[in-house]
C-alpha cells in the first residue's frame, strides 16, 4: 500500500504570508494526487485535482505542484476564511490521505 | 446542482450493525462512482472502498473488507454503507464522495457525514 506523509502536522502563519504545505509519498504516485481542505465541522472540498489543477470555484491564491513522490500546496497570501486542515489523496494506486496538515492564524 | 444527502446520526450496539444511506441528486446516479470514507473523533481521513452503482462493482481498503459492505439501489438513486459486529473503533463520522471520472479520479462532492456512535 501506498503510504502518504503530509508535513508539517500543524502550521501557524500569518494573514498574508505565503504557505506551503507538503506531501510524499512511499513510491511514485505519477501525479495521481488531490488536495482537500477540511473546516472544522464540515465536510472536506476539493481544492486542486491531478496535482495542479484547480477546481471551479476554488481561489487562485491556492496552487499545487510536484511529480514523482513530492508534492506541495501553496497558498500565496493566507487569508483567515483558509484556517482549515488540508489532505493530499492519492488514487494512483489503491486510494489513500496523508494525516493532515492543521493550518492556524498566528 | 448535485448534492448527496446522507442520514442522520445513528447509535449502535457493541457487535450489532447500522446502514446509514446516501441519496444523489442533480446527475446520473449509474454514471458515476461513490466512495466511502471513515473520519474517527479527532483524526484524519480513512479511504473505505467505492461501488459503481451501474454494475454493483466494488473495492474495499484491506482493513474494511471485513467491516464494511457497500450497496447500491439505481431506483432510489441510494448508496448504502452497512457496518458490523461494531467495536468502539467503528465510532466516527462517515462521508460518502462521489468520483469525478471512474474510480482513478478525485472526489468532487461530499455528503454532510454522518456521525456513527458506538455505545451499550
Known amino acids: 500500500d501506498i503510504q502518504m506523509t503530509q508535513s508539517p502536522p500543524v502550521l501557524s502563519a500569518s494573514v498574508g504570508d505565503r504557505v506551503t504545505l507538503s506531501c510524499k509519498a512511499s513510491q511514485n504516485i505519477n501525479k495521481n494526487l488531490d488536495w482537500y481542505q477540511q473546516k472544522h465541522g464540515e465536510a472536506p472540498k476539493l481544492l486542486i485535482y491531478?496535482?495542479?489543477n484547480l477546481q471551479t470555484g476554488i481561489p487562485s491564491r491556492f496552487s499545487g505542484s510536484g511529480s514523482g513522490t513530492d508534492y506541495t500546496l501553496t497558498i500565496s497570501s493566507l487569508q483567515p476564511e483558509d484556517v482549515a486542515t488540508y489532505y493530499c489523496?492519492?488514487?494512483?494506486?489503491?486510494?489513500?490521505f496523508g494525516g493532515g496538515t492543521k493550518l492556524e492564524l498566528k | 446542482e448535485v448534492q448527496l444527502q446522507q442520514s442522520g446520526p445513528e447509535v449502535g450496539r457493541p457487535g450489532s450493525s447500522v446502514k446509514i444511506s446516501c441519496k444523489a441528486s442533480g446527475y446520473t446516479f449509474t454514471d458515476y462512482v461513490m466512495n466511502w470514507v471513515k473520519q474517527s473523533p479527532g483524526q484524519g481521513l480513512e479511504w473505505i472502498g467505492w461501488i459503481d452503482p451501474e454494475y454493483g462493482s466494488t473495492d474495499y481498503a484491506e482493513k474494511f473488507k471485513k467491516k464494511a459492505t457497500l450497496t447500491a439501489d439505481t431506483s432510489s438513486n441510494t448508496a448504502y454503507i452497512q457496518l458490523s459486529s461494531l467495536t468502539s473503533e467503528d465510532t466516527a463520522t462517515y462521508f460518502c464522495?462521489?468520483?469525478?471520472?471512474?474510480?482513478?479520479?478525485?472526489?468532487?462532492?461530499w455528503g454532510q457525514g454522518v456521525m456513527v456512535t458506538v455505545s451499550s
Open positions: 491531478y496535482t495542479n
Open positions: 489523496y492519492q488514487y494512483n494506486s489503491g486510494w489513500t
Open positions: 464522495a462521489r468520483s469525478t471520472e471512474g474510480i482513478v479520479s478525485s472526489l468532487d462532492y
